[in-house]
Structures are given as C-alpha cells and as structure tokens.
C-alpha cells in the first residue's frame, strides 16, 4: 500500500509497482487510477500523458539509487570493498522480499522500452550512467585495495552488467541461485584484482565477510 | 523480411521481430497478421492465442541457441576459451548490427514477461538452464587451462548474468562501449582463473586474441 497521502507521489509508486511487476504497455491508467485511488481528473493534472508518469517514474528511481542503494542501505557498511558488495546485495535482497515478481527497476524498464520509447530510454540511460558514476566513487575509495592502473570505471560498468543480468535470470528462474553465483564471480573478480602484483601492498587483500546492511530498505521495497 | 514461405515460420519470426523490438504488450494480432501477409483465420489456425504464439518464439530462440549460437557461429573458432568468448561476441554483433534496436532475446522477454505470463515464464527458465548447460561444455573443453576444482556452471552462470546485463545496458546508451567493458572484464577474469597456481600448467595461460566468426550469423539475423 502507498504510504504517501501527496496524490501525485501515490501515483508514481503505484506506477512503478505495477509497470516493474507486470509491464508498461501490459498496464492501463484506469488500473492505475484504481489502485491509487484517484480520479481521472487528478491524473491528468499531474500527468498529461501515461508517457509523463513513466518519466517520473524513472525519475523516482533515479532518487531511490542516490539515496537509498548507494546511500543508506550502505551507511552500516564501513569497509571500501564491502560497500560494493552492499550494492549487489540491495539486488538480491530486492529480489528476494518481493518473491521475484520484481526485477531490476532499470533493467526491466530498459528492455521494454529502449526501442518504443526513445524519451525514456535516453533518461534510463543517464540513469545507467549515474549508477556507474556511484560505483566508481565506491571503487576509487577502495583506494589500494585496487591496482592503481585499473580502470574503475570500466570495472564499475562489468559489476552493473553482472548484477543486472543476474537479477533477469534469478526473477526467470525463481531462484537466488544464479543471482548468488554471479555475485561469488564479481568476488572472486574482486578478489583476483585485489591480489594481482600491480595492486600496492595493503594490510589486507582480501575481503572481510559483509556485515548485515538491513539499515534502510524502505526505497527499494517502495518499488 | 522474413525469408521462408511456410505461414507458420513466418508468424513466428515476424513476431519475434516485432516482440524483441517493441515488447510483447505493445504488438497487437492485427499488427504480426499484416507484416506477415497473412489471414486471421490462418493466424488462429496456428496460434488459437497470442501466448501461443510467443511460446513458439521462445522456442524458436532455442532452436537458435542450439544450432546458431553454441554451433554455427563457433563453427570457426577452434581455441575452446576463444569458442566462450565466440558466444559474447555473438551478443556484441547483434547489438551492432542491428543498430541496438533488438536486445538479447531471452532476457528481453523475461524481463517484461516474468511476472505476467507464467508459462513463458518457465519455458525462458529453460532456455537459461540451457545456454548454462551448453556455455558448461565450451568451459568443460578448456581442460587444464582453467583450475580442476572451478565451478564451471557457476562460471557459466556468471558469464550469462554479465552478457545479459551489458546487452540490456548497450541497448538504452545505444553504445558498444559497456558491452565492451564487460567483455574485458570477463577476459581478464578468464585469464586469472587460468593463471590461479591451482590451475595446471598449460602451454599458454593467457587467451589468445579471437578468429572473426563470421560464418553463420543467419539465426541471431532473423530474430
């Protein structure tokens, strides 16, 4: 249920709920409107076109990733390393509360839109790129953990790869077991690089066990 | 266009087309009927519903998988490491060549389709499981380049999620440069498996660069 008594941000997470669960194109306005429990009238106010409130809802994702995946579901995390690890485990741990009915927010916008939709598709891109842009700052605070020629920004490109497409396979195939082997990859990846003769001597080369992040899950559970 | 003349191949390609492209919910009957040159009553004589049909396109990617992709399309690479990065390379030239308007089939319909159509749903589950299986041989070929206790179904898990995430990724920036950090991302992961001290020791530990394999790129073209 929306938490929200403002109508125009029950709508956006109406909205997103409903186009991640089901579709975009598979989701009427008047099942919207139902569901937020708003008048037509109410919804053209805010949102002229169902194109309008796919936007915002992108937008509303946007905000979700900058204050909730990459800000506080990590605030318990003090470790460099384990705070990318923080970031892949909000997938999984997203996946899993909703009983795979919900994929990545962005992933499962992207493959049904990026073609019909050009508007959505250039702002979900800028979206992918924020992403990366968040995960470079948690690579480069990795500081020498991390050989210093890497290239952290292509790494941070191959980590949101892996977790998007884990989170396809894992929702398709009802099962955290490719999500969890494909995070044991990105550790073992992490683990090679972290260990590879280039990387400066640090006290430690390999990653400590990820504490539990449980701190704030309300973002991504709005979804 | 399609190319055979058999009705039933040719709604089955015509619609893939238009489901990969545009998404499932948004391709009307009327529309495939048109684009396939074909009648309603030949349509339902086929397909008694539309899910009827996208089940023959799922089964229709198989066929592909099998016979193009994991075959066909290796048919020139002999290196077994180079045959796994022959099947990433495959993802990267269906972006291209398509100019990113088609995205990889599989996860393009179970991210829209997952939660809504239980049957695709599970039917896709398979089909994962079975590019796992046949991405497990190329990675079983490798023999003592790569370390004798490695999990390779969990590697093949792995490398699917990254294919999936960085064709997704590719598709909504319109750019081969994600899909080319995670190539080289899972390369350099290939490598330092191969280099592990648990691996053998193997006349070369490093891959070589890739033969094209431009043999027969029919069935990725036709999707």
């Known amino acids: 249920m929306p938490r929200r008594t403002n109508t125009r941000e029950r709508l956006i997470e109406t909205a997103a709920d409903l186009f991640l669960r089901q579709g975009y194109a598979h989701t009427g306005v008047n099942e919207i409107m139902q569901r937020a429990q708003t008048t037509s009238g109410s919804f053209y106010h805010f949102f002229p076109t169902k194109e309008d409130l796919v936007l915002a809802v992108v937008d ?13 579901d990590l605030a318990a995390v003090t470790d460099p390393v384990e705070r990318v690890f923080g970031v892949v485990d909000s997938y999984r741990r997203h996946l899993a509360d909703n009983d795979f009915t919900l994929g990545s927010p962005l ?39 991390l050989p210093g020629d890497l290239d952290r920004r292509a790494l941070a490109d191959f980590i949101l790869s892996a977790v998007e497409g884990a989170a ?13 082997a494909t995070a044991a990859g990105l550790r073992r990846h992490l683990g090679a690089l972290a260990s590879t003769p280039k990387a400066a001597a640090a006290p430690e080369t390999r990653p400590r066990p990820a504490p539990a992040s449980r701190s704030s899950r309300a973002d991504w559970r709005a979804w």
């Open 168 to 180: 396809v396979q894992a929702r398709a195939r009802r099962s955290l077991a490719p999500f969890d």
């Open 60 to 72: 509303h994702i946007g905000e979700s990733l900058d204050t909730g995946v990459f800000s506080a």
């Open 107 to 145: 992933g499962t916008l992207a493959a049904e839109l990026s073609d019909s939709h050009p508007q959505v598709r250039e702002r979900l891109a800028a979206l992918f790129t924020r992403w990366i842009d968040h995960m470079e700052v948690l690579l480069e605070d990795a500081g020498n953990r």
